[in-house]
């Protein structure tokens, strides 16, 4: 079993939610300060760590096992993102998917730090009718 810090689609009410396969919700959380978030193409969202000018990042930590991250959660994550680790901001390590750093600079990547929530950023640009 792992804690993984879930900041999208996969968290409770979500449309990937059910790629948890019952896993067990934690906690929500906040990630520590330090992380540029981008909204990928209206898609998904991505972390970026960076060393100044960061944000924290709403989320759910889960206690995932190994097989249901290996089998069902990792395979349907886009090419965009990868496994990395994240720091919530009480110091907690967490798995998470993050961007991959070949697509920081993709034309892509709306930055939604200043919102830090999916869920958020998703509500305002909904009665927005256009990105956040």
């Known amino acids: 079993m792992a804690l993984i810090f879930l900041n999208g689609g996969g968290m409770r009410g979500g449309p990937l939610h059910h790629q948890l396969r019952g896993t067990p919700l934690v906690r929500v959380a906040s990630s520590a300060p330090k992380y540029r978030y ?27 096992s190994l097989a249901v991250l290996g089998e069902h959660l990792l395979p349907a994550e886009p090419p965009e993102l990868e496994l990395g680790v994240v720091e919530l901001a009480d110091g907690t390590p967490c798995l998470a998917t993050v961007l991959r750093r070949e697509y920081v600079a993709s034309p892509e990547l709306i930055d939604i730090t200043d919102i830090g929530d999916w869920r958020a950023y998703l509500a305002r640009r909904d009665a927005s009718g256009g990105p956040g």
């Open 38 to 64: 981008f909204s990928v193409g209206d898609r998904f969202p991505a972390m970026h760590e960076v060393p100044t000018g960061g944000g924290s990042v709403v989320g759910e930590v889960y206690d995932i």
